[in-house]
């Protein structure tokens, strides 16, 4: 008769490798979470607002933007013609929610001409401190 092997393994390996394996699942269901938190949180960068129309001003060398916005916040305005005067080169504009639709609408006064280009962004949207969106690079076109 046959005895059986008796398998020698080094003192601690087999707590050792069940260590490794709940180490291991802990450590993916940790990694799942995250993900499943990640993937419920907001996109990032935010949407640029939009540009509905732009007509002339009423003061020569000015145009009034008419746009939309994915939420309440400031929209901040750059013109980037260099022949705009430093102190005329910003404009700004508070979003507002129609009452009726819901819609979120700005209304703007800039300097500027047609063909200047100017970067309009979204700024604190909703109240949330130093958050900006992405740019919206628009030419005017009157």
């Known amino acids: 008769m046959k005895m059986p092997q008796i398998e020698r ?12 394996v ?3 699942r802990r450590l993916f269901a940790g990694v799942a979470v995250a993900l499943a938190v990640a993937c419920a949180s907001p996109t990032l960068p935010l949407p640029p607002p939009t540009v509905d129309s732009a007509t002339a001003g009423a003061t020569p060398g000015t145009v009034v ?7 309440l916040g400031t929209i901040l ?13 910003v404009s700004g504009a508070t ?4 009452k009726q639709t819901g819609a ?7 300097v500027g001409s047609n063909g200047d280009v100017l970067e309009i962004y979204l700024v604190n949207p909703s109240g949330k401190q130093n958050d900006i969106s992405s740019p919206l690079t628009y030419t005017i076109k009157l």
Request: proline content about 7%.
């Open 77 to 89: 305005i750059i013109n980037e013609n260099s022949a705009v005067p430093p102190n005329q080169d």
């Open 104 to 110: 979120f609408t700005w209304t703007a006064t800039v």
């Open 65 to 71: 933007l008419n746009g939309t916005a994915e939420e």
């Open 95 to 98: 979003v507002v929610q129609d």
């Open 9 to 20: 393994v080094a003192p601690g390996t087999r707590c050792a490798t069940k260590l490794a």
């Open 22 to 24: 709940v180490i291991g």
